[in-house]
């Protein structure tokens, strides 16, 4: 599922709930409705009940899924039988939302749902089950993945779970729900895409439980030996013939599912792909994947196409840009504009002979180009291919695709194609597509902080070719077609870094207070996709995170915005997780640095006190975090009840036999959820309280991250988000700067040979990292920004306040100008953000961090960057 897709469907410019949207196009309710009865809406769907209708905690579950042109038949139907039987049911309200829930990229743990009956007891449901399967004979739906089918039905779904009545909260802020098993133990109800049963619950609805499949998948004639990838709309493998022993790539297409807001369904759209695959095949042999083979089994489509040997552009790109690499030099920045030459005049020469039989690709991005081991190019996944003389298809891959207005005005039938070539060129240079799309005019600041990497001239003309022509615009005009504010690209922005360091402070200061609205239900402040899954006042997501930014940097919060979180605080303190990040903890230190020190110590007293703080470790959501927030609290007051309660938390620490199992999930690494963060917390403990004791227990946790982190071929050292994953991350959140920047601490404080050899290689690979995708504080330039400069303070030397200053610059490029101000795209780079993870907030608070520190001359603030407003 795309990150935040959900969210970035109810407005242009923020993450909404899917319910904010304004239009979600025709609404469904049943034709026949009982005298009395109405409907209630609760999220995306219509609940129905009446008299009779109470809800159990948990109970076999009927689920009824349906084509989108028979969805208002099979609905009627679904409505005449609960009615008459009495029993609560809930449909999906609207058509946006029944295409979002089948949608291509939701989640598969959804999927295929359109009516959810809610029985009372066994007895009911079967003979709901019965009812619901004759009066729906015949018709068809998508198959529901978390369910069994009763019987022959089509339609007709059942599992056993929760109903919605009871949850638990976990360390991360989201709720999963809980159904007793077999022995009546409360266990997670698991709404995975597979039907499943807690353990002592048998199906009464079989004669004979299935058996679960043994030994190899077989598709007719095709082993099945690797999945590459699972979505809502059918999977693609990798696959051998048994035939002839080829291996062969297997897309699947499953039936009514799948869709896209046009509203065409996967198998639609397999069996356009094997039509084009085949014409293509015959006009322009090698220009697509030989199709082999198209097939129905069971009721999934299956296209069986040549197996295209190498990898992905997106993968070749991450292991070869010299932006990722430490071992760069002239000679290699070159090499590697030479094989992005190379291979773009392959993309020209596909996609020409594509063109010269008639066809358009339509959707070029990354993952649909494959780098051969030879070094050429194959284009692949031919889905949204289509004939000129057709309306271009309308599916495609964010920042690679035109902007609707190109598109209808644009008198080129292969616009999108020449559109999707640039954003690739531009891709090779630097992950920069979306602010692009948003901010041409800061492709002119992206082209000076390449100068160690500088792309030629053709490739870069290639790059920003659908990007207005900034060095024609006029000095003074203002707007998205210039940099955020009056900035020479092409001077030196290290000449006058606090300038440009506190110009930007400023403008995104402003921006952040623009974009508040303190009478808005949803948030104070636009957050990530996150902050609706657990809570819009916390630290990361919430209000707390930009008004702990705001104050840090000097900036005076408007008293509506203070009395919104402190309101907002107190409704939400049951139900909030103690963590830092997303409960009680984080934002008790904000409320404390606002005055509220009642309110503070009530907060962290919850989080002490929380179950989750018994069970979590890590510094995000579990002991850790609440011990750091006890500390600042100390720091603030200096009140020794408040260090007692931090050495508690240390000690607690210390006595877990195995931290392993209070870390986040997978034997998780880095600074959020691994050992990273409880030795972060231990190292200032021991600071505060003179105690070796604690820097020793962190020093041996640190070498235990140590021992999680991997080499790059090229010298450094990284780390990985969890034992499930081998990609090397180098964010602060996930990633080897996390890791570093607590390294950092104790190499200054404690030292350690193994901590010391260690850290050079994980800030080389930090160092070189600088040209991310976002701006932001958990995974963008911001948590970069914000370890070198700490790493500069503790270590000192020029080229480590070079790196800083540098990073801290180049913040600049990422700036949107707004209305007033400046704004930040964040999680995932499809809407502006203003929280602490992601947005504006976390680019203030390392700003701030520079501007404040030692490694700028004069830097720090006298005065408040902005003056309060209102």
Known sequence: MLEGFAEALADREYYLPLTSVADPGPRFAPRVVPPGLHGTAQGIWTVWGGPRTGLAEEGWKIHVSARLDRAQHVLDTVARVCFAEGVLFKHVSARMFFLFLHH??????????????????????????????????????????????????????????????????????????????????????????????????????????????????????????????????????????????????????????????????????????????????????????????????WEHDFLVTEYVE?????????????????????????????????????????????????????????????????????????????????????????????????????ADPLVGDRYGMSAVALSFVAPFNETAAHAPGNLALLRRDLAEVAPPQDLWQRATAFHPATQDLPREQDGPGRPPFPADPG????????????????????????????????WVFPPSPEAFRTNNVCLAYGTAGVVHALRRAGVAVPAEIRERLRRDTLAQRDALPPGLLVGSAGIAGVLAGLGLLDEAVELLRDADRHPLTASCATLAGGRAGVGLGWLGLYRLTGESGHLERAAAAGRELLRLPDPQAALGEYDARGLLHGR???????????????????????????????????PLDDGALSVSDDARLTRAMPYLATGAAGVAAVLTRYAATTPDERCAAALPRLVAGV?????????????????????????????????????????????????????????????GSQRFTADLASGGAGVLLALHRLLAGPLLAGSHHARPLIPAAG
């Open 676 to 710: 990273s963060g409880l030795a972060l917390f231990l190292h200032r403990l021991g600071r505060a309280t003179g105690e070796a004791r604690w820097l020793e227990a962190g020093r041996l946790l640190l070498h235990q991250e140590l021992d999680r982190t991997f």
């Open 104 to 297: 291509k990229h939701a989640g598969r743990a959804q999927s295929g749902k359109f009516c959810a009956v809610y029985p009372p007891d066994t007895e009911t449901a079967r003979r709901l089950l019965e009812l619901l399967r004759d009066a729906l004979d015949g018709e068809e739906g998508p198959y529901v993945l978390t369910d069994r089918r009763f019987r022959d039905s089509r339609t007709v779904h059942y599992r056993y779970g929760s109903f919605g009545s009871r949850s638990r909260l976990r360390a991360d802020g989201t709720r999963e729900g809980l159904v007793r098993d077999g022995s009546g133990r409360d266990v997670v109800d698991l709404r995975q895409p597979a039907f499943q049963l807690p353990a002592g619950i048998a199906d009464p609805f079989v004669e004979r439980e299935e058996q679960p499949h043994a030994g190899p998948i077989l598709i007719r004639d095709y082993e099945v030996t690797h999945a590459v990838r699972l979505s809502n709309a059918g999977g693609t493998y990798r696959a051998r013939d048994r035939r002839t022993g080829r291996t062969v790539f297997l897309k699947e297409a499953r039936a009514h599912n799948g869709l896209v807001f046009d509203g065409s369904d996967a198998q639609q759209r397999l069996r356009h792909e094997y039509r084009v695959l085949t014409e293509l095949h015959a006009a322009a042999p090698g220009v697509a994947p030989e199709p082999l083979e198209h097939f129905t089994e």
């Open 767 to 827: 160092r070189v990292s600088c040209a991310t995708k976002e701006a932001g504080l958990y995974r963008g330039l911001a948590g970069l920004s914000w370890f070198l400069t700490g790493h500069a303070e503790l270590t000192g030397g020029d080229a480590a306040r070079e790196d800083a200053v540098r990073a801290a610059t180049g913040l600049l490029k990422y700036a949107v100008p707004y209305r007033r101000g400046v704004r930040f795209l964040g999680a």
């Open 491 to 522: 001077a030196d922005p290290e000449a006058d870094s606090r300038g440009l360091l506190a110009r930007l402070a400023e403008e995104v200061a402003a921006g952040l207070l623009e974009t508040a609205d303190p009478d808005r239900p949803e």
């Open 310 to 410: 190498g990898q992905p552009l997106v993968g070749w790109l991450s292991r070869s840009s010299p932006l990722a690499r430490t071992d760069r030099t002239q000679g290699s920045v070159a090499a590697y504009y030479e094989a992005c030459r190379r291979l773009l005049a392959g993309l020209d020469d596909a996609l020409g002979r594509l063109h010269a039989v008639g066809y358009r690709f339509g959707d070029l991005s990354l993952g649909n180009v494959m780098v051969t081991p030879s070094g050429g190019v194959r284009l692949v996944d031919f889905e949204a291919a289509s004939a000129l003389s057709d309306t271009p298809s309308a599916l495609g891959t964010p920042g690679f695709t035109p902007p609707p207005g190109l598109l209808r005005d644009a």
